[in-house]
């Protein structure tokens, strides 16, 4: 039975892989250092590999160092300390910076640079309640208790309320205007129905148990 294959590698040399035989729709490649890698025919013939990804470590040297310069192109330092980050962050405000071709958390990725893998549950949090801060000095590693004790502590935690949620359906406005009915006497039955909400709801916030922050 004929063969479907357009390209027939084995035998030939890619930089430092030599191909040794088709398996699977992939190539099996020996590198010269002695690594074997299985790589895609469109790849080889695309000259996309030159090696396991061995001369790659080797300019890891090169790399890093225009890696620096960008980073400090992009940082800057504040008079508390802080070493302000002025490329792209997410909504909460952290940093994201792109890695040999991939994306990382700032203060992640400052850390494992400088000391190496972050064991997996650990966060690395900030002492100077600054998201935005890459500042080594200023990172630790923790849990997400940790974390969470330490915003309680600096009271940067905030439990929303109202319309915040985004477990609600209503608005302050509605809640306000569901608490004049009940003033005047309109069951719970029918603001149900209204408002598209349990009976449930609507009894606790006749009772003041929830909305308590909207008066009439």
Not at 32 to 52: P, V
Not at 55 to 73: H, M, S, W
Not at 91 to 110: E, H, M, T, V
Request: charged share 30%; hydrophobic share 30%; with cysteine.
């Amino acid at each position: 039975m004929p063969s479907k294959r357009k390209y027939f590698l084995e035998g030939k040399i890619f930089g430092q892989l030599h191909v040794i035989e088709f398996c699977n729709g992939k190539y099996k490649c020996k590198c010269k250092c002695g690594k074997e890698k299985y790589i895609l025919i469109c790849d080889l013939t695309r000259r996309k590999y030159k090696s396991c990804g061995c001369e790659r470590r080797i300019d890891d040297k090169f790399y890093n160092k225009r890696f620096l310069q960008r980073f400090k192109a992009k940082t800057e330092r504040l008079a508390n300390g802080c070493l302000k980050w002025n490329g792209f962050v997410n909504q909460c405000g952290y940093p994201r910076i792109s890695y040999k071709g991939k994306a990382y958390l700032g203060n992640r990725l400052i850390w494992e640079l400088n000391f190496g893998k972050i064991p997996e549950g650990k966060l690395i949090c900030h002492t100077c309640d600054n998201p935005n801060c890459l500042e080594l000095k200023h990172l630790y590693i923790g849990t997400p208790k940790d974390n969470m004790q330490d915003c309680i502590l600096r009271k940067r935690h905030k439990t929303p309320i109202g319309s915040e949620s985004t477990n609600t359906k209503l608005t302050e406005y509605e809640v306000n205007q569901i608490k004049i009915a009940f003033s005047k006497g309109v069951t719970i039955r029918y603001i149900s129905k209204k408002y598209n909400i349990g009976k449930s709801t609507a009894f606790r916030i006749k009772n003041g148990v929830t909305w308590k922050h909207v008066n009439i």
